[in-house]
């Protein structure tokens, strides 16, 4: 009988053994998956150099970011992926209130581009001739560009939809203290 138990009692611990390997190795794997996601969702800074501080107004942007406090311009090709996992994350109207939506149709019609991914309204811009992009001298898309006072302040790129919402300023209407700002 003993030894009966003693037999279970090490078949047992061979399992218990296996299995913390097996859940060891899993938090590797995990931790390596998290390294690369990071890694893949990091966005790259984009040197404005002379162009910082400049006003929206001057490269072919509304004018009324001139005046804005914090906005966002999401520069959006129909050629790239990225892209496209973008747009339809804006689908439907679903751009938000401080961002506007700058596409530069690469090959084709970017009209098609739009009405594909439902980004009418009048914070989106087809730059058709590309004069927007020219004048910033952007060569690469998806691209955030920040606006501050109405000077352009940074840009990166926008690997993920995440770094899209994370990016996207917010007005808000309540402070932490829940008293009104006066920013809407």
């Not at 560009?145 to 919402?165: C, D, E, N, S």
Request: charged share 20%; net charge negative; glycine share 8%.
């Amino acid at each position: 009988m003993t030894t009966v138990l003693l037999i279970v009692i090490c078949l047992m611990a061979v399992v218990l053994f296996i299995q913390i390997g097996a859940q060891v190795e899993l938090f590797q794997q995990v931790k390596q998956i998290r390294d690369y996601l990071d890694m893949e969702d990091k966005p790259t800074p984009v040197e404005l150099g002379t162009l910082e501080g400049a006003r929206p107004s001057d490269f072919g942007l509304p004018a009324a970011l001139d005046e804005a406090d914090r906005a966002v311009v999401l520069f959006l090709s129909n050629k790239c992926g990225s892209c496209r996992d973008l747009a339809l994350a804006l689908s439907g109207g679903a751009v938000p209130p401080a961002m506007w939506v700058v596409v530069v149709p690469v090959t084709g019609d970017g009209n098609e581009f739009i009405t594909e991914f439902g980004l009418h309204g009048e914070r989106v811009i087809l730059d058709e001739e590309e004069r927007i992009v020219d004048g910033l001298g952007l060569a690469i898309t998806p691209v955030a560009l920040h606006i501050t006072q109405g000077k352009l302040t940074r840009a990166h790129t926008v690997p993920t939809v995440r770094q899209m919402y994370v990016n996207a300023p917010v007005p808000y209407k309540y402070n932490l203290a829940g008293k009104s700002s006066g920013r809407h």
